[in-house]
């Protein structure tokens, strides 16, 4: 499964539009039912109002459908391994749990494998809002 969503996260890094950094991004993620939604980055020159591609994968599974993340993959682009910025480690946790796995990788496949605790330790979750959801 990892080198499905591995695949499919480098197919979408291709399709990045990523002309001011120049550091194309794809993110796939495994959703609760087994389908796959992909994202890349999408910059402006607004250079604020771009998007990373974890980002613009739960917005493609969102409206896919599915609400629920089982694993999302990352890879960047050079030798060095890309993990999610801050932003996105929050905008992850709202659609998956603290034992949610995000795979980072290199150039060859995955590098490492971490919960959302690791990389978001003690999250301000959805559960704490005080809303229902
Ligand atoms: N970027 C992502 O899309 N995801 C990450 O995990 C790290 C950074 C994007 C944002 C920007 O378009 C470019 O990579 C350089 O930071």
Do not use: W
């Not at 409206?63 to 391994?81: K, N, P, T």
């Not at 946790?93 to 330790?121: K, M, N, Q, W, Y």
């Amino acid at each position: 499964m990892e080198r499905q969503l591995f695949q499919a996260a480098r197919k979408a890094r291709a399709r990045a539009h990523a002309p001011y950094s120049g550091f194309r991004v794809g993110a796939a993620i495994l959703a609760d039912d087994g389908s796959i939604h992909v994202g890349c980055n999408v910059e402006n020159v607004a250079y604020p109002e771009g998007i990373c591609a974890e980002t613009a994968a739960i917005a493609a599974m969102l409206a896919a459908g599915r609400r629920r993340i089982r694993e999302i993959l990352v890879v960047g682009s050079g030798r060095a391994v890309t993990t999610p910025c801050g932003g996105c480690r929050q905008r992850i946790r709202e659609f998956a749990g603290d034992a949610t796995v995000i795979h980072v990788c290199g150039p060859r496949g995955v590098a490492a494998s971490f919960t959302v605790d690791e990389l978001l330790p003690h999250a301000f979750g959805p559960d704490m809002s005080g809303r229902r959801r």
